[in-house]
């Protein structure tokens, strides 16, 4: 049974960069594909990017292009996501995922609450 | 990107009932097409994946169909535990996008 446990909630003032830390256990990561998805307070669900099996590249939702990038250590099993220039529309619950072709998103992380705010 | 558009936003419902929900793709997305299912301050949760195939422990009365633009959730019969929110997702691009939700309430 794969786990992804996530780091625990940032706040950030309005420019600033935030890095969020996803550990894999259960599986190794370089067995998967994580993704990350975002939900503001109140608001649906958003795909920021993730990587593309495929390919072997990490594809990013235009939206963030530029701003964001996804890493991963296999040493540690753990991913990254790291966002820069934060602006309070930043503000949103941020979500590790499994995923694969077959499924979409099979396993979540719980979720880190990422606060922008001078 | 592929947009995905569901309709109604929000559903009021009885314990019992039948429900539809709508989802509709842009362009084709084939039947790369997954349901999940949000409560209220946790991570959403799979439940139908490839259009109509169940996830594993997922109540049978959830189903799926659809393919290509138009895609249907259906809950034959509503449940207490089932008022929650409800996203489409399409994974057919290299981009994948969701739906805007959909809010099943109590009536």
């Known amino acids: 049974q794969v786990q992804l446990v996530q780091s625990g909630a940032e706040v950030k003032k309005p420019g600033a960069s935030v890095r969020v830390s996803c550990k894999v256990s259960?599986?190794?990561?370089?067995?998967?594909?994580l993704h990350w998805v975002r939900q503001p307070p109140g608001k649906g669900l958003e795909w920021m990017g993730g990587?593309?099996?495929?390919?072997?590249?990490?594809v990013y939702a235009q939206n963030f292009q530029g701003r964001v990038t996804m890493t991963e250590d296999t040493s540690t099993d753990t991913a990254y996501m790291e966002l820069s220039s934060l602006r309070s529309e930043d503000t949103a619950v941020y979500y590790c995922?499994?995923?694969?072709?077959?499924?979409?998103?099979?396993?979540w992380g719980q979720g880190t609450l990422v606060t922008v705010s001078s | 990107d592929i947009q995905m558009t569901q309709s109604p936003s929000t559903l009021s419902a009885s314990v019992g009932d039948r429900v539809t929900i709508t989802c509709r793709a842009s362009?084709?997305?084939?039947?790369?097409l997954a349901w999940y299912q949000q409560k209220p301050g946790k991570a959403p949760k799979l439940l139908i994946y490839?259009?109509?195939s169940l996830e594993s422990g997922v109540p049978s009365r959830f189903s799926g169909s659809g393919s290509g633009t138009e895609f249907t959730l259906t809950i034959s019969s509503l449940q207490p535990d089932d008022f929650a929110t409800y996203y489409c997702?399409?994974?057919?691009?290299?981009?994948?996008?969701f739906g805007q939700g959909t809010k099943v309430e109590i009536k």
């Open positions: 995922v499994k995923s694969t072709y077959d499924k979409g998103h099979d396993y």
């Open positions: 259960g599986s190794t990561l370089s067995d998967l594909s």
């Open positions: 990587l593309d099996l495929e390919d072997a590249e990490t």
């Open positions: 362009q084709s997305v084939s039947t790369w």
């Open positions: 490839k259009a109509s």
């Open positions: 997702q399409q994974y057919n691009s290299y981009l994948w996008t």
